[in-house]
């Protein structure tokens, strides 16, 4: 069956660490995203790519890298400089940028914890 | 910049009966998308329903649909004969078509309960 696939479910890291969340989808889409999700929050944008090897800032970049070398992966790098990020993150994908009433399609998150 | 608002943070209602959930956003452009997402406890976000501003008549999909007010930028969800299984977190979201700024901006979240 076709989707995307998070991983791992739970993360935990120590302050001072970088951390990868792997983000796959076997959709065939061109655009992908990224969200943080907080308690009592909606979602908010982290970054997102139109298309392979391109990605943009999102309203909420500081303290985060992405990378899309590959069309059906685009992990997400939260790195020291992130002060709070404990939260729950969603990968997301869509036909493509352009495609304004398509759905996003989700994953089923990860949720990541600072020791 | 757009901002959608979900008024209620939590709402109940018994099973088979009918509850609406409310949205409104601020907007000054004419022509945009909304969306009702669904998040049960699973965590993964469902599309539940769509609509096109330029679209008058409202979006139905079987037992939900929407109350699309565009002047008064209005985007309810109204749920039909409720059922356990609608229990979850629904996000209204707003996407605009104007522009290059495709992006989805979502209000924080009704949380509903189905009591049986």
């Known amino acids: 069956d076709g989707g995307i696939t998070q991983s791992p479910k739970y993360l935990f890291r120590k302050e001072g660490q970088n951390v990868t969340l792997s983000c796959e989808q076997n959709?065939?889409?061109?655009?992908m995203y990224w969200y943080r999700q907080d308690p009592g929050q909606g979602l908010r944008l982290i970054y997102y790519?139109?298309?392979?090897?391109?990605?943009q800032k999102g309203d909420i970049a500081e303290g985060y890298s992405v990378s899309r070398e590959k069309k059906e992966s685009f992990p997400l790098t939260v790195t020291s400089a992130q002060k709070n990020p404990t939260a729950f993150y969603l990968c997301?994908?869509?036909?493509?940028?352009?495609?304004?009433?398509?759905?996003?399609?989700f994953g089923d998150g990860t949720r990541l914890s600072i020791l | 910049a757009q901002t959608v608002t979900q008024s209620q943070p939590e709402m109940s209602v018994q099973e088979a009966e009918t509850v609406t959930l409310s949205c409104t956003y601020d907007?000054?452009?004419?022509?945009?998308?909304l969306f009702w997402y669904k998040q049960p406890p699973s965590r993964q976000m469902i599309l539940v329903i769509r609509?096109?501003?330029?679209?008058?008549q409202n979006a139905t999909e079987n037992r939900f649909s929407v109350n699309f007010q565009k002047a008064a930028k209005s985007f309810s969800l109204k749920i039909s004969d409720s059922q356990l299984g609608d229990a979850a977190m629904y996000f209204c979201?707003?996407?605009?078509?104007?522009?290059?700024?495709?992006?989805?901006?979502f209000g924080k979240g009704t949380l509903l309960t189905v009591n049986p």
């Open positions: 609509q096109e501003a330029y679209k008058q």
């Open positions: 997301a994908s869509s036909i493509n940028w352009g495609a304004l009433n398509q759905p996003q399609h």
């Open positions: 907007t000054s452009e004419s022509d945009y998308y």
């Open positions: 790519s139109q298309i392979v090897n391109d990605f």
């Open positions: 959709l065939n889409h061109d655009a």
């Open positions: 979201a707003y996407r605009s078509a104007e522009g290059s700024n495709y992006k989805l901006t």
